[in-house]
């Protein structure tokens, strides 16, 4: 243990870590392009409400059901190996994704999208974990991989803008595939191979169990917020019954799909639910305001995606601040602080229909995009740090699952509460047919393409009052999403807080990373110790 908390990361490591960043970056984009080729989609490829929504979060859905299995898979044949595989099956799938012909195709091609990408990122955070041993080192490094998150969101509005403006709306998903071609270069240069030495049976019972649980859940909640709760019921009770299944599944495997023990690690706990809720907020907010930008705004998709550029550049900065505040200032207060303003910024999008929309945008995303990229460093590292090192695959996978779950549910939710407030709020304009009237409560795309066709006086008052329409959605979204901040930032400060250590008979700490064959020195307060992970760096 001593070796490992004493050895330093060389060049070629630090080299390494700019090659882990970029299936970050892959993900990163990906989840946030499509939110400014939204209008071209729409036009083009004329999506309903449901397609729309499905074409932006199926995803994430497809992603996070499958990203333990796959991170059980990197423990048995590699995780270099199964990262390779991603890239190549990635790059594939961007290219069938950019030239699919109907909405239905797209649909399909971003299924095989979360397939390959739920190869690509359980294995970064632990090939991160054996390349950097020294603590100090590796909250550089998660905080390295933490802000390629930040500028792949920044860099997919900024670059998709771009190619919109000159080509089409397909062009968006060509942009994977220099970074593909760039890690699959790298990858074999640059970061060594690991694997589990005794990685256990593969259960294949319990990898359709996290899919049959994830998907019916998830469509549950988009059915419900659709107005249909009736329809929602079976599906949110067939989700539940699968995850209790699974559950008790693990409890009872010699080699789990995940360990469930990982839990009774109250700060893993923590970071993980701190994890699902930023990374909810963040994706729904980059799923509506690229919107509001190019469709209520009326900027062009490079000039709203410039305006979201501050706020990007500002999560990848407070990232690498929270990194070098953390051993002065701590853990808990930072999380909590970094919560709290993201669930000011949600706030500020209340003030919308008061005018200066754009102002408004611009300021409410660069306050949520601190507190995200102070937030998900600091957890990020924390889940790694509360583990014994042969569980980090693990911890990983558990991970990058909630992230990807949290990403998903808040396109769905966040996106399904703003699509029900703007149909409810969308009245009846005068000279509009109701047919007209019914494609416009679809979706602000539908209303403005309609609004085009129609001309004169009632065109315009159609746009008008879907943008009005839009903005009040937005203020209820916000609202939704800064009270859920609110209470997190309030869990955060209660479940981060110092308790008391129980100790060995000889004064040591008996925690389970302190005890014997764990990863902490047998003093109390030990690096990996879950008892000190509050109130020190993680």
């Known amino acids: 243990m001593a070796q490992e908390m004493t050895t330093k990361a060389g060049a070629r490591e630090w080299a390494g870590l700019l090659i882990l960043t970029l299936p970050v970056l892959l993900i990163a984009i990906d989840l946030t392009v499509l939110g400014f080729a939204v209008p071209a989609l729409s036009?083009?490829?004329?999506?309903?409400?449901?397609?729309?929504?499905?074409?932006?979060?199926?995803?994430?859905?497809?992603?996070?059901?499958?990203?333990?299995?796959?991170?059980?898979?990197?423990?048995?044949?590699?995780?270099?190996?199964?990262?390779m595989?991603?890239?190549?099956?990635?790059?594939?799938?961007?290219?069938?994704?950019?030239?699919?012909?109907?909405?239905?195709?797209?649909?399909?091609?971003?299924?095989?999208?979360?397939?390959a990408g739920a190869t690509l990122m359980p294995s970064t955070l632990s090939l991160l974990r054996s390349m950097f041993r020294d603590e100090r080192q590796r909250l550089v490094a998660v905080a390295a991989w933490g802000s390629a998150f930040s500028a792949g969101s920044a860099l997919g509005p900024v670059v998709g803008g771009l190619l919109l403006e000159h080509f089409w709306w397909g062009s968006v998903f060509l942009i994977n595939l220099p970074l593909v071609l760039l890690a699959l270069i790298g990858l074999p240069l640059l970061v060594p191979e690991t694997k589990d030495p005794a990685p256990g049976r593969f259960d294949l019972p319990s990898a359709a169990l996290t899919l049959l649980t994830v998907l019916p859940v998830v469509y549950a909640i988009k059915t419900f917020a659709h107005g249909d709760q009736l329809a929602a019921l079976p599906f949110l009770a067939a989700g539940l019954a699968f995850g209790t299944v699974f559950v008790r599944r693990q409890r009872?495997?010699?080699?789990?799909?995940?360990?469930?023990?990982?839990?009774?690690?109250?700060?893993?706990?923590?970071?993980?639910?701190?994890?699902?809720?930023?990374?909810?907020?963040?994706?729904?907010?980059?799923?509506?305001?690229?919107?509001?930008?190019?469709?209520?705004?009326?900027?062009?998709?490079?000039?709203?995606?410039?305006?979201?550029?501050?706020?990007?550049?500002?999560?990848?900065?407070?990232?690498?601040?929270?990194?070098?505040?953390?051993?002065?200032?701590?853990?808990?207060?930072?999380?909590?602080?970094?919560?709290?303003?993201?669930?000011?910024?949600?706030?500020?999008?209340?003030?919308?229909p008061l005018g200066h929309g754009v102002a408004v945008v611009v300021l409410a995303?660069?306050?949520?995009?601190?507190?995200?990229?102070?937030?998900?460093?600091?957890?990020?590292?924390?889940?790694?740090?509360?583990?014994?090192?042969?569980?980090?695959g693990a911890a990983s996978a558990v991970s990058e699952t909630g992230i990807e779950l949290g990403g998903a549910l808040g396109v769905a939710v966040l996106g399904s509460v703003l699509s029900s407030a703007y149909r409810m709020s969308l009245d009846p304009v005068d000279g509009v047919p109701a047919r007209v009237l019914d494609a416009a409560r679809e979706t602000l795309g539908n209303a403005v393409a309609?609004?085009?066709?129609?001309?004169?006086?009632?065109?315009?008052?159609?746009?008008?009052?879907?943008?009005?329409?839009?903005?009040?959605?937005?203020?209820?979204?916000?609202?939704?999403?800064?009270?859920?901040?609110a209470v997190a930032a309030a869990l955060a400060w209660v479940l981060l807080g110092p308790r008391r250590i129980s100790r060995t008979p000889q004064g040591g700490c008996a925690c389970p990373p302190c005890a014997p064959g764990g990863t902490s020195r047998p003093e109390a307060g030990g690096a990996d110790c879950p008892s000190f992970a509050g109130e020190r760096a993680p």
């Open 43 to 83: 036009e083009d490829l004329a999506p309903s409400s449901t397609q729309l929504l499905w074409l932006v979060d199926i995803y994430s859905f497809v992603l996070a059901g499958l990203l333990v299995t796959m991170g059980t898979l990197g423990d048995r044949i590699g995780r270099r190996k199964l990262l």
């Open 85 to 115: 595989a991603g890239c190549a099956g990635f790059g594939i799938a961007s290219a069938l994704a950019a030239y699919a012909p109907s909405a239905a195709a797209l649909i399909a091609a971003r299924v095989l999208l979360g397939v």
């Open 252 to 352: 009872t495997l010699v080699d789990p799909l995940i360990d469930i023990s990982l839990f009774g690690i109250r700060h893993f706990s923590a970071a993980i639910v701190t994890n699902v809720l930023v990374v909810f907020v963040m994706a729904g907010s980059l799923f509506f305001l690229p919107q509001f930008l190019q469709l209520s705004a009326g900027l062009s998709p490079l000039r709203g995606g410039l305006m979201l550029l501050p706020g990007a550049a500002l999560s990848v900065a407070s990232g690498f601040f929270a990194a070098a505040a953390a051993r002065r200032t701590g853990v808990r207060q930072l999380i909590t602080a970094g919560l709290a303003t993201a669930a000011l910024g949600f706030a500020a999008l209340t003030a919308l």
């Open 365 to 392: 995303f660069c306050l949520v995009s601190v507190g995200v990229g102070t937030v998900m460093t600091l957890t990020n590292s924390m889940v790694l740090n509360t583990v014994p090192p042969e569980r980090a």
């Open 450 to 485: 309609a609004a085009a066709r129609l001309g004169g006086d009632p065109g315009s008052a159609l746009v008008a009052e879907a943008r009005s329409a839009f903005a009040g959605g937005i203020q209820v979204a916000g609202l939704a999403g800064a009270g859920l901040l």
